[in-house]
């Protein structure tokens, strides 16, 4: 059975960093689409980021475009997400999922971690 792991979430000031891990098991993980979705209370599950299965392309959504890097390591089965210049708005369950394909909305990732707390305090 597919598992994703996510891990180092935490508390953090406005203006800090952090870097999520993203760890699988059972999956062929090199031939997944990996990408973070995150989703604040009381609002909908967005897109975060995704990267391609090589590793040499990625989308980011205008919000974190230039703060958030993801980068993944096909060795370890792990995806990251390094995290910077946070702000109270970036706030929010981050959650890891895999896909076969590079799309790039909730419907087209069949597998998901069980999330990680993020919260900045202002």
């Known amino acids: 059975q597919v598992q994703l792991v996510e891990s180092g979430g935490g508390l953090v000031q406005t203006g800090g960093s952090l870097r999520l891990s993203c760890e699988a098991s059972y999956l062929d993980f090199g031939s997944h689409v990996l990408a973070w979705f995150r989703q604040a209370p009381g609002q909908e599950r967005e897109f975060v980021a995704a990267i391609a299965t090589s590793g040499l392309g990625s989308d980011y959504a205008t919000s974190v475009k230039g703060r958030f890097t993801i980068t993944r390591d096909n060795v370890k089965n792990t995806a990251y997400l390094q995290m910077n210049n946070l702000t109270p708005e970036d706030t929010a369950v981050y959650y890891c999922?895999?896909?076969?394909?590079?799309?790039?909305?909730?419907?087209?990732?069949?597998?998901w971690g069980q999330g990680t707390q993020v919260t900045v305090s202002s």
């Open positions: 999922a895999a896909g076969l394909y590079y799309l790039l909305e909730r419907k087209f990732f069949p597998y």
